[in-house]
């Protein structure tokens, strides 16, 4: 009988460190994890990039060239902006040119109205706007894909002209200077100029972009061009021959796989 007691008490002393134990070890993986959320949570408050919000990769953690100090400051006198807010819905947007169509669309979950921009096709703003030797462009592109290589390769740049009859792939033809290209298809983006015969590829995180929203910031100061994407400078040399005339253009993907679509909104120029 007293063995049966002292191996009763055993036994039961043997369950209660061993819930102890079990217990101590749980608490020590919540922890763990609990760490863990609030490091990437902490990584994405300090990326400070609210356009950023909607990705569905890792953040600004992976963004590559992140100034530490952004150097990008927008003009303080506005030349042209448009958000597509007096547009109605369903028809082409009225201040710009197209040399193939687009649409004035809403996004469920984002505010405000977009253009939805139509494969193959370049888009200008509708009237010739003399542009300083030193200003700013900011836009925001926002994708819905199944995978961001749905999405193909678009591009954006400035050109000798105003034309929209054409589609503009690249900075050496239909009188295009420069052209700024996201491959979402190798997550690569390439800025190129014809005049100053300039060609560079940057690695970019375009893969975690299938839903996400990228933030372009153009600085021009008379030959010399920035680009910024999410805050990362991807560009910042001559691009211009002196004295060059600019024209913005912004050209679709040549095509969508499986119902992909890119949005264009919140437009500025500034001085």
Do not use: C
């Amino acid at each position: 009988m007293k063995n049966r007691l002292i191996i009763g008490m055993f036994f039961t002393f043997f369950v209660f460190t061993g819930q102890l134990s079990y217990g101590q070890i749980w608490k020590k993986v919540q922890k763990k994890l609990e760490d863990k959320i609030d490091k990437k949570v902490d990584d994405v408050l300090a990326g400070g990039e609210e356009h950023n919000t909607m990705s569905t990769g890792s953040g600004n953690a992976s963004l590559p060239n992140v100034e530490k100090i952004y150097s990008f400051s927008a003009g303080d006198a506005i030349i042209f902006a448009d958000n597509f807010s007096a547009d109605p819905v369903g028809r082409m947007a009225k201040h710009w040119a197209s040399s193939g169509g687009g649409s004035v669309a809403t996004i469920d979950g984002m505010p405000g109205q977009w253009l939805a921009l139509a494969p193959y096709t370049s888009y200008r703003i509708d009237s010739l706007l003399t542009l300083p030797e030193i200003f700013t462009i900011e836009f925001d592109l926002t994708t819905r894909s199944m995978e961001a290589a749905d999405i193909g390769s678009m591009s954006f740049g400035f050109g000798r002209d105003n034309s929209s009859r054409s589609y503009i792939m690249d900075a050496y033809n239909d009188n295009a200077i420069t052209n700024t290209q996201l491959h979402f298809h190798n997550k690569e983006i390439t800025n190129s100029s014809s005049d100053t015969k300039i060609y560079n590829p940057i690695k970019f995180p375009l893969g975690d972009f299938s839903n996400g929203i990228l933030h372009v910031a153009i600085a021009v100061e008379g030959e010399n061009m920035r680009v910024y994407v999410n805050k990362s400078k991807l560009l910042d040399t001559r691009m211009f021959n002196k004295g060059a005339i600019k024209y913005f253009y912004l050209s679709a993907p040549f095509d969508y796989k499986s119902d992909a679509e890119v949005f264009f909104g919140n437009f500025a120029i500034a001085h």
